[in-house]
């Protein structure tokens, strides 16, 4: 682990940067140039005194996963990533289809979606960035690794991931991740994806029975009902845009036209804005 490199290179990162390059206000004029390290270490849900050892040659070394939120929340390229984790004495992850690096550009978009929830999902359903609607909407999603991170998984195994759906919804959901889930995994064909479906089952007699139908069909929309505990009944027209290796989606939660899901989300910003707590709901 080179220490002095790697603070170096997070400082130079950090200072090429400006908040409208990561979907922050403009605060006025600056001392320094780029971000506040506590802004960065917001982006990374990491604390301000650990990132600012890290940029002071002061602290143990980084997990892998800390490296990957400074990884988003700097915006860094797959290359200037490779280079961060082998500065902190890490292999680089490996580059293939399901590698969760989700692209500046990508993340860029999401900044700038702040009226609705939106979020970026693997294409097993694992969370890998989300605005501050979607995790006020679902729950931080992002700490989630592995099989269990998966939307389909939670659905299945914890009767807390149905809670805030309405029960006559629960049909049409569990055939619809499940036949998401199989177009999902003849398209991969590798361990990750079937690793997955093993586990379904072997732990959901429902999923097992689900499966056998051979149902197949990519969720690109469909309108979907979350009881919020905070604001109510939120109806959303979801919408999944993606990407060109089919490995990535970007989702998001518009509010369903004719409804009062517009008002709702936007006092959910306003109590999240206001209280810095983003209420976990549905997932």
């Given at each position: 682990m080179?220490?002095?490199?790697?603070?170096?290179?997070?400082?130079v990162?950090?200072?090429?940067?400006?908040?409208?390059?990561?979907?922050?206000?403009?605060?006025?004029?600056?001392r320094?140039?780029?971000?506040?390290?506590?802004?960065?270490a917001?982006?990374?849900?990491?604390?301000?005194?650990?990132?600012t050892?890290?940029?002071?040659?002061?602290a143990?070394?980084?997990?892998?996963?800390?490296?990957?939120?400074?990884?988003r929340?700097?915006?860094?390229t797959?290359?200037?990533?490779?280079?961060?984790?082998?500065?902190?004495?890490?292999?680089?992850?490996?580059?293939?289809?399901?590698?969760?690096?989700?692209?500046?550009?990508?993340?860029?978009?999401?900044?700038?979606?702040?009226?609705?929830?939106?979020?970026?999902?693997?294409?097993?359903?694992?969370?890998l960035?989300?605005?501050?609607?979607?995790?006020?909407?679902?729950?931080?999603?992002?700490?989630?690794?592995?099989?269990?991170?998966?939307?389909v998984?939670?659905?299945?195994t914890?009767?807390?991931?149905?809670?805030?759906?309405?029960?006559?919804?629960?049909?049409?959901?569990s055939?619809?991740?499940?036949a998401d889930?199989?177009?999902?995994?003849?398209?991969?064909d590798?361990?990750?994806?079937?690793?997955?479906?093993?586990?379904?089952?072997?732990?959901?007699?429902?999923f097992e029975?689900l499966?056998?139908?051979?149902?197949v069909?990519v969720?690109?929309?469909?309108?979907?009902?979350i009881?919020?505990?905070g604001?109510?009944?939120?109806?959303?027209?979801?919408?999944?845009?993606?990407?060109?290796?089919r490995?990535?989606v970007?989702?998001?939660?518009?509010p369903?036209?004719?409804?009062?899901?517009a008002e709702?989300l936007?006092?959910?910003?306003?109590?999240?804005a206001?209280?810095?707590?983003?209420?976990?709901?549905?997932?």
């Amino acid at each position: 682990m080179d220490t002095q490199q790697l603070a170096d290179f997070l400082r130079v990162r950090r200072e090429a940067l400006t908040p409208g390059d990561v979907g922050l206000p403009a605060t006025g004029r600056r001392r320094t140039p780029g971000l506040r390290r506590e802004e960065v270490a917001r982006l990374a849900d990491i604390s301000t005194d650990y990132y600012t050892r890290l940029e002071q040659d002061r602290a143990p070394q980084p997990s892998p996963g800390v490296l990957r939120a400074v990884t988003r929340a700097l915006r860094l390229t797959l290359d200037e990533r490779d280079h961060l984790f082998r500065l902190a004495g890490h292999r680089p992850p490996e580059r293939r289809r399901s590698d969760d690096h989700v692209p500046s550009g990508l993340l860029s978009v999401l900044d700038r979606l702040s009226d609705f929830p939106a979020q970026v999902m693997t294409d097993l359903g694992s969370t890998l960035a989300q605005n501050d609607l979607a995790r006020a909407v679902f729950g931080d999603l992002t700490r989630l690794h592995g099989p269990v991170g998966t939307v389909v998984h939670r659905w299945f195994t914890d009767p807390s991931a149905r809670a805030g759906h309405p029960l006559q919804d629960h049909t049409a959901e569990s055939r619809a991740l499940v036949a998401d889930l199989r177009a999902a995994v003849a398209r991969r064909d590798d361990a990750p994806a079937k690793e997955l479906v093993g586990r379904l089952l072997r732990e959901s007699p429902e999923f097992e029975a689900l499966w056998r139908l051979h149902d197949v069909g990519v969720m690109r929309s469909r309108r979907k009902r979350i009881h919020h505990p905070g604001v109510g009944l939120l109806e959303l027209d979801c919408q999944a845009l993606i990407d060109e290796d089919r490995t990535q989606v970007l989702a998001l939660f518009p509010p369903a036209a004719g409804t009062p899901t517009a008002e709702r989300l936007a006092l959910l910003g306003t109590l999240g804005a206001s209280t810095g707590h983003r209420s976990p709901g549905a997932t």
